[in-house]
């Protein structure tokens, strides 16, 4: 039976977070087979810009494979979503009138909302966030000669 129980990360979410340690990596650990998604909206739509910028970034941390097409393709939609929610809210304003002249929230709030949250869900999820940038960051900086400059001046 395998350890670390139902809700284990894998390790190439490990590896962006700056949390992997061999001694205790998986013996399933899942190799890159070089297979990036291709976008399923048009390049020149928000969702195909935001899929363009985060497959960069992941190709460059070499964290990204085919498995990765069901949370990019929930995230860059999320996000297509939540901008336009924004721009309607931005246009009419956080509050509406009915037909009876009351003022209520305008739904696209709760769109917006809803949508934000869900990107940074698909975000954590992909390893996409800012302390992961940190942990990735000061690992990068503990390599090689650096370490050296940084305890030694």
């Not at 340690?21 to 976008?39: E, F, I, L, M, Q």
């Not at 901008?83 to 009915?98: F, N, Q, Y």
């Not at 992909?126 to 900086?141: A, F, I, T």
Request: aromatic fraction near 6%; hydrophobic fraction near 30%.
């Amino acid at each position: 039976m395998p350890s670390g129980g139902n809700n284990r990360k894998p390790d190439v979410i490990k590896m962006a977070e700056g949390t992997y340690r061999k001694d205790r990596a998986s013996k399933n650990t899942p190799v890159d087979s070089g297979n990036v998604p291709r976008c399923p909206f048009p390049v020149s739509s928000i969702a195909g810009r935001r899929w363009k910028q985060i497959v960069v970034g992941l190709e460059r941390l070499g964290i990204i494979d085919e498995v990765d097409l069901t949370h990019l393709e929930g995230l860059c939609f999320q996000y297509q979503r939540a901008k336009e929610a924004d721009k309607l809210v931005a246009k009419h304003g956080l509050l509406t009138e009915t037909n009876k002249g009351d003022l209520v929230a305008n739904p696209a709030c709760r769109i917006s909302s809803d949508a934000w949250a869900k990107v940074r869900s698909y975000g954590n999820d992909l390893g996409l966030n800012h302390l992961s940038r940190q942990r990735m960051e000061s690992k990068k900086e503990q390599s090689g000669s650096n370490v050296e400059k940084k305890f030694l001046g």
